[in-house]
């Protein structure tokens, strides 16, 4: 039995089970790919804890959020009638202006958490990150959900957004850690977080 039949028929009986496994394993290869070739580590200084968490991310928030959310369209907007190509238009706005932004806010917040931020280094990091990461995801990602909710059955469509993200993925983990472990970054903002940074310094920035 090929792998590509036993992939199908474990996604007919434990679809969220699977595309969780799958976010995972390709979350966790974004960040491998930002360590590797964007922050250019070597093997010894590689982070495997870090691509770990964003498994666990995928896993837990990523493949169950996105499967549940595309079941909900599916049923109350591809349910309809009406053509396609509508349908489809009306599952991208809903997607891209409720469901992108809220699950971009979580992500950033459950990475802050995971990198053992409290509330007010949280709070700091979301304010200097979670709007170039939605900008950016407003590059990219209304076009290949349009490609996505008009083309790929809703049990493949998991996938296909997750196989993309494998880049998306690769700048979220670079942009969440970008300023990780940085004297006078994210890590000693506490007393100031309300303050604008100085001159010349980046913005905070998974």
């Known amino acids: 039995m090929s792998f590509s039949t036993l992939y199908k028929r474990a996604l007919v009986r434990y679809p969220v089970l699977v595309q969780s496994v799958q976010s995972g394993l390709l979350m966790g290869a974004g960040d491998v790919i930002a360590q ?6 070597d093997w010894k200084s590689f982070d495997g804890m870090r691509a770990f968490k964003f498994f666990g991310i995928g896993f837990c928030v990523g493949g169950p959020g996105l499967r549940k959310w595309y079941g909900v369209l599916d049923r ?7 053509s396609k190509a509508i349908t ?3 599952k991208v706005a809903l997607d891209q202006l409720i469901f992108a932004p809220v699950f971009l806010g979580t992500l950033i917040g459950t990475i ?10 949280i709070k700091h990091k979301l304010r200097h990150e979670y ?4 900008l950016t ?18 049990n493949y469509q998991v996938l296909l957004v997750q196989s993309v993200a494998v880049f998306w993925n690769t700048y979220l983990s670079w942009k969440t850690n970008q300023s990780e472990g940085a004297p006078g970054k994210l890590g000693t903002v506490k007393p100031v977080a309300h303050e604008p940074l100085a001159a010349g310094e980046e913005t905070v920035a998974t």
């Open 137 to 154: 995801n407003y590059y990219i990602w209304p076009w290949v959900q349009l490609a996505n909710f008009y083309l790929v059955p809703l």
């Open 36 to 41: 590797g070739f964007i922050e250019r580590k």
């Open 131 to 134: 709007g170039d990461i939605l």
């Open 112 to 121: 802050g958490l995971l990198q053992g931020h409290n509330m007010v280094e």
């Open 88 to 90: 489809t238009m009306k």
């Open 76 to 82: 109350h907007v591809g349910s309809k009638g009406g």
